[in-house]
């Protein structure tokens, strides 16, 4: 019930290509859904959040689609850059649940990749 | 300002030694977590701290597994009697606490290493 699954477990694109990373929840309770980049040797970072009152949000090159219904968002990089190349993390939160309002359960993570 | 800070960055124990790992919070943030991320793994959250509330333990593994928040402030993270299983990178985030979907700040982790 609290699981996140997270797709692909890796990915590697071409710069100046569209990187894709998919989750997909059970939990109908979750209602705030952030996305971290991850650099080695360093902590997770807030790129993008999304809340389920909207569909879609978009940050510069970064954007999140989220489909209610299915249960499942997504991340989009837009024109990835080498930069780019870090681990992501899906992640879900629920207000509602007054045991564990605040815990984060994340997503088993994306190694993105991005070629030169 | 600075972000959240842990020590030690690295730490290797044998199995069956005490460990304490610190985490030094954002100043004036109220909400505190422990996660705990596996080699491939995404993170497992471990316990939440808010404000002088009792803490939600509802993620530790074990009871070789305990945390303590002093002054509100700085926190600690105790694993006795470590495990090979333990080993980990444990990550410390902070909150401003205000509402459930304030940004958590992580710190660079401690990386457990048991032998």
């Known amino acids: 019930q609290q699981q996140v699954k997270q797709s692909p477990q890796s990915l590697i694109v071409q710069k100046g290509g569209i990187s894709i990373i998919n989750c997909a929840y059970e939990n109908t309770a979750f209602d705030y859904f952030p996305w971290y980049q991850q650099f080695p040797g360093k902590g997770p970072a807030l790129l993008i959040a999304?809340?389920?009152?909207?569909s879609e949000k978009k940050e510069g090159r970064f954007t999140i689609s989220f489909n209610k219904s299915a249960k499942q968002f997504s991340l989009h990089i837009m024109d990835s850059q080498p930069g780019d190349s870090a681990t992501y993390f899906c992640a879900a939160s629920s207000s509602w649940d007054s045991g564990s309002a605040r815990q984060l359960t994340f997503g088993s993570g994306t190694q993105l990749t991005v070629l030169p | 300002g600075a972000g959240v800070s842990q020590s030690p960055s690295n730490k290797v124990t044998e199995k069956g030694k005490d460990v304490e790992l610190r985490c030094d919070p954002i100043?004036?943030?109220?909400?505190l977590y422990w996660y705990r991320q596996s080699l491939g793994q995404g993170l497992e959250f471990l316990i939440y701290?808010?404000?002088?509330?009792?803490?939600?333990k509802s993620g530790l593994p074990s009871d070789r597994f305990s945390a303590e928040r002093t002054g509100g402030s700085v926190s600690t993270l105790t694993i006795q009697r470590t495990q090979q299983e333990d080993s980990a990178v444990y990550l410390c985030?902070?909150?401003?606490?205000?509402?459930?979907?304030?940004?958590?700040?992580f710190g660079p982790g401690t990386r457990l290493t048991v032998l």
């Open positions: 985030a902070s909150s401003l606490g205000l509402v459930a979907t304030d940004t958590q700040y």
């Open positions: 100043s004036g943030h109220t909400a």
């Open positions: 701290f808010q404000g002088n509330s009792a803490p939600d």
């Open positions: 999304i809340r389920p009152d909207v």
